[in-house]
């Protein structure tokens, strides 16, 4: 149920959606009603709030917090005992449809795991992706199964969790999957803006990972002087962030993660050791 009504929000609730309906409900408003005010006041909050989104930093002053939440991993330490990608950055319909792998904004992904396995040749590798559409369809995990060897991912040493809906699934049941041992280090492969609800929900799942952020959207604190040429740009970026921001809530009032948004040095819950 609530993998269902997520989704559902956050269609309703999306910011370009919002904005748009708004902007929309205010012409109507002026149109054929006498509510001249409130129709001027939801028209001129919709079109401001779309070009401050769209073509000012506001994108960024939302996602930097997100994506510098945690530091990029060294790779000059020693290997992990395990790697666990999430799903995310392939199309997953789209990949079934075409037979051949398709990836979307978040396609360094399984990039960055097919580096990681082949630097890390005796590490264990964890994909964990279901479907994220409502009424189900092909998983991720089927997609990376059928094409590993086009990611260039070694198939025989692949682990696939392909039941998970969201992050809190996958967090849950990689744990139930590879049973991580006191001592072990494990790598979480996610997005940089995505680090912060991944991480927590591992700590919540009693599953001590170490963060490796990539498929950044921003250079850095630089950018909050940076305006967009292209206002759909700014709009992407801001749905993004906000609804990671949504997500943080939500997963905080579910119990799903330990923190508002957890960090490096978040305290972990009670039993939240590797099992």
Same mark, same amino acid.
């Given at each position: 149920m609530f993998f269902v009504v997520s989704k559902v929000v956050f269609f309703l609730i999306t910011p370009s959606n919002l904005l748009i309906f708004l902007s929309l409900a205010?012409?109507?408003?002026?149109a054929v009603t006498r509510l001249r005010r409130t129709g001027t006041a939801l028209a001129v909050v919709g079109t401001v709030g779309?070009?401050?989104?769209?073509?000012f930093p506001l994108s960024e002053i939302v996602l930097l917090p997100l994506e510098q939440r945690f530091p990029q991993y060294p790779l000059d330490g020693p290997a992990p005992t395990g790697i666990i990608m999430l799903g995310g950055g392939i199309e997953a319909g789209l990949s079934e449809a075409r037979d051949q792998v398709v990836v979307n904004d978040a396609g360094e992904r399984p990039i960055y795991f097919a580096d990681?396995? *082949?630097?890390?040749?005796?590490?264990? +590798?964890v994909f964990s992706g279901g479907s994220g559409f409502i009424g189900g369809g092909i998983s991720e995990a089927d997609i990376v199964s059928r094409q590993a060897d086009t990611i260039g991912l070694p198939r025989s040493r692949v682990i696939l969790e392909n039941r998970s809906r969201n992050t809190h699934e996958n967090a849950t049941f990689s744990a139930a999957l590879v049973h991580p041992k006191p001592g072990e280090r494990w790598l979480?492969?996610?997005?940089?803006?995505?680090?912060?609800?991944?991480?927590?929900?591992?700590r919540q799942a009693g599953?001590?990972?170490?963060?490796?952020?990539?498929?950044? *959207?921003?250079?850095?604190?630089?950018? +909050?002087?940076?305006f967009h040429g292209f206002s759909s740009d700014g709009l992407l970026q801001f749905d993004l962030a906000m609804k990671e921001w949504i997500g943080l809530v939500a997963y905080r009032l579910a119990g799903y993660?330990?923190?508002w948004l957890p960090g490096p040095a978040s305290p972990s819950p009670s039993g939240s050791a590797n099992r």
């Open positions: 205010g012409v109507i408003l002026l779309l070009l401050l989104a769209g073509m990681l396995a *082949r630097r890390y040749p005796r590490s264990r +590798l979480l492969l996610t997005s940089a803006w995505h680090m912060p609800r991944a991480i927590g929900c591992f599953f001590t990972v170490e963060a490796f952020p990539f498929d950044y *959207r921003t250079k850095g604190w630089g950018d +909050l002087l940076h993660i330990p923190d």
